[in-house]
């Protein structure tokens, strides 16, 4: 299970993975808004007094468009300022056009070059800097890779200033990943839509043209709020600017419970594993009586009294979402509304993969709104082309 994060790879090996995985390279270009397959990376680029970056990308016309830092999940406050640092005499070349010493036909003619930091997504929740406490470069950018699926995301600024003000608030960080009140089924339909929009040519939507004319004709828990959606998948790195990315576009083709048991196995098993321990430790035959705020307070015990963020802040909304996505996409409890009294059905990480789809399948409420979705698709979209004539 990708829980397991491999502390031991070198910087090396991350920067050769990097290098050699196509999807990560396209990824990253991607999310630059450059067209991967005009670009060229370049490795281990020399610049003046002797300062070597990562990477560069530049386009076929050899115009500068990145350059790129790495590091490896394990690193220290003083390798984090040392990467920080060569981000300021990375926007210093730029400035001044700079050229690399062996690349000397490089040229710097676009206002869009960029700064880049990038790491592993274990990077967070292995470290104890908090990476919205230092001051960064106005033009750079920091991305992260997926330890298991190559999926690249920005940590954006909003990001980093929730994690920076976190700090004041007593706050501890044990997963980066933010799913904002909605059923993960939710999210699987939104890619389905998304998908859709893009197989039948119709790509120019904004997100509130996508949700009135498509998504709230599909009925779910929560319907007027689709854009809870929008903003966990962007969150996971799985949308941009309301498009798939090319290698999310994996879950456009397995089953809602697949989907969901890959989204804890990659993403929100912190979240989910730290909840169900807090109500096995209290249950009796698998029962157990504890509302939010009980539950909260527990989890705050042991953190020692700190709140974890996205689990605990923001007074008990975060639990209550936790708990809801817990019974209805997982099934792995199950409690009336408004009742502390919760049954538990299983626990998610006592299982393996093949299991607990099967768990899921069996007692998930996903499938009460995702049966049928290619065909109310295929309606909605007839009315709307009917709409138009």
């Not at 690349?103 to 990077?123: D, H, R």
């Not at 709104?369 to 109310?376: A, I, P, R, V």
């Amino acid at each position: 299970m990708s829980s397991n994060y491999d502390m031991s790879l070198s910087e090396k090996d991350f920067q050769n993975r990097i290098y050699n995985e196509t999807e990560i390279r396209d990824n990253i270009c991607e999310i630059l808004n450059i067209d991967s397959s005009q670009c060229r990376f370049y490795r281990e680029v020399e610049f003046i007094n002797g300062i070597t970056s990562d990477f560069i990308i530049c386009d076929n016309n050899y115009e500068m468009k990145a350059i790129i830092e790495c590091k490896r999940a394990d690193i220290g406050v003083t390798e984090y300022v040392r990467g920080v640092g060569q981000l300021f005499q990375y926007e210093y070349f730029q400035e001044e056009k700079i050229q690399p010493k062996k690349i000397t036909q490089i040229k710097y003619t676009s206002v869009n070059n960029e700064n880049i930091l990038i790491i592993p997504s274990g990077f967070i929740k292995n470290t104890s800097l908090n990476i919205g406490r230092f001051k960064y470069p106005k033009n750079s950018r920091i991305l992260e890779v997926h330890d298991s699926n190559n999926v690249v995301r920005e940590i954006t600024k909003n990001e980093l200033k929730r994690i920076s003000e976190s700090e004041n608030k007593n706050i501890i960080t044990i997963c980066q990943y933010y799913v904002r009140d909605n059923r993960l089924f939710e999210c699987f339909i939104l890619i389905k839509v998304l998908y859709f929009l893009e197989c039948v040519g119709l790509k120019n939507f904004n997100r509130k043209e996508i949700e009135n004319e498509f998504l709230r004709k599909i009925m779910v828990i929560n319907n007027r709020n689709w854009r809870n959606a929008f903003i966990t998948l962007s969150s996971l790195g799985i949308i941009d600017n309301n498009k798939i990315k090319k290698q999310a576009l994996i879950y456009t083709n397995v089953s809602i419970e697949i989907f969901i048991n890959s989204i804890y196995e990659e993403y929100i098993f912190f979240f989910i594993d730290e909840i169900m321990e807090i109500l096995v430790e209290n249950s009796y035959k698998m029962i157990v009586n504890l509302n939010n705020a009980q539950i909260s307070c527990l989890l705050r015990k042991k953190y020692n009294n700190k709140d974890i963020l996205y689990l605990t802040d923001s007074s008990e909304r975060y639990i209550s979402s936790w708990l809801n996505i817990m019974r209805d996409d997982f099934g792995c409890i199950d409690f009336e509304a408004k009742s502390s009294l919760r049954e538990i059905k299983y626990i998610p990480k006592e299982l393996n993969s093949s299991i607990r789809v099967q768990k899921i399948k069996k007692y998930s409420k996903a499938k009460n709104y995702t049966d049928s979705l290619g065909k109310k698709l295929k309606n909605i979209l007839k009315e709307y082309e009917g709409n138009l004539l």
